[in-house]
């Protein structure tokens, strides 16, 4: 994408290339299928914001996976969480005795993925971790939360790109980049 586009004019600046994203994930990808050699892990998709990194990193992941896919609720349209964690598409299939990775966008507070946890736990997965593309460990509410596996840790900033969203725009750019506080002003 040209990234004198009209969307990257709404960025501050870009904080992780496509470039520098693609050899994270295949990284990432690799560790995986090395710490489940032998396994079928199911593969968990959290909803809209992960979709763009899932799909990238279910194919850099060489193991028999299964996949499914989660929708929750988190930020709407504002840039702070509320705390409120809805499930808005559930699981097609038992994670009973499965061993479970959630693939999320990013780890903010924490609250989201915490709650996530509790619940497929209570279902019974036999294993359950957690690849994050993006931490924001500075601003973590939930401090015991485990994050096993993520590509970067990134300031307190609000990021948009690469599935990540600010009012359903921006999940189209294939770089990370800070959205412009202009954009969304004190909402
Ligand atoms: P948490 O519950 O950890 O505070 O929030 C996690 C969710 O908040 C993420 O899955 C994501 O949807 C949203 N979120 C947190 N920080 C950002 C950000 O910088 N940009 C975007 N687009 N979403 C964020």
Redesign the pocket.
């Known amino acids: 994408m040209d990234q004198n586009a009209e969307i990257y004019q709404d960025l501050d600046r870009i904080l992780v290339t496509r470039e520098k994203i693609a050899k994270k994930v295949k990284e990432l990808g690799q560790k995986i299928a090395e710490d489940y050699a032998g396994k079928s892990p199911v593969m968990i998709c ?1 909803l809209k ?2 979709c763009v990194f899932f799909t990238d990193l279910i194919r850099e992941t060489p193991l028999p996976l299964t996949t499914d896919f989660m929708a ?1 609720s ?2 709407g349209s504002a ?1 702070k ?1 509320s ?1 409120v ?1 809805r499930i808005l598409k559930d699981l097609d299939n038992d994670i009973l005795g499965k061993d479970v990775i959630i693939v ?12 996530l946890m509790k619940i497929l736990i209570q279902r019974g997965a036999a294993s359950l971790r957690i690849a994050a593309l ?1 931490d ?1 460990t500075a ?4 401090p015991d939360l485990k994050v096993d596996y993520v590509c970067f840790d ?1 300031p307190d ?4 790109g690469y599935g ?3 009012d359903q725009k ?1 999940r189209n750019l294939p770089d990370i980049g800070i ?1 412009s506080p202009r954009i969304y002003g004190d909402k």
Do not use: P, W
């Open positions: 959290i914001g992960a929750i988190s930020y840039t969480t705390g964690v999320e966008d990013i780890v903010d507070t924490g609250i989201t993925l915490n709650y993006l924001k601003r973590r509410k939930v990134i900033a609000f990021v948009v990540l969203d600010y921006y959205l």
